[in-house]
């Protein structure tokens, strides 16, 4: 006699039989990109936030008006230049996810 809930293949197993890959062996999806692909687009967000939150930033102080600013003035000017950066990069990495860009 056997128990109705026994079965043949262990507990947690729902490939079906005879399917001996791994759960992710394979299952690369229509979207699925390239390691090249990925490693360029990796690169690229790199670069943006290198560029726009530290040079950015740093070629705005040289600018004549700022130099001349007071202290004060420079910082603010400094730290709303560096977060629109920073709010850009980030709003432009969720559409890119949106659209399956990355």
Do not use: C, K, N
Request: aromatic share 6%; hydrophobic share 50%; no cysteine.
């Amino acid at each position: 006699m056997t128990d109705e809930h026994e079965t043949d293949q262990p507990e947690g197993d729902d490939q079906p039989e005879g399917d001996d890959r791994s759960p992710m062996a394979g299952d690369a999806s229509p979207d699925a990109m390239r390691w090249s692909q990925a490693a360029w687009r990796i690169l690229a967000v790199v670069l943006y936030f290198v560029l726009a939150t530290a040079l950015l930033p740093d070629q705005v102080m040289a600018l004549g008006f700022v130099v001349d600013a007071p202290r004060l003035v420079q910082e603010l000017i400094l730290t709303a230049v560096w977060g629109l950066a920073l709010a850009a990069g980030l709003y432009g990495l969720r559409v890119a996810q949106r659209r399956r860009l990355i």
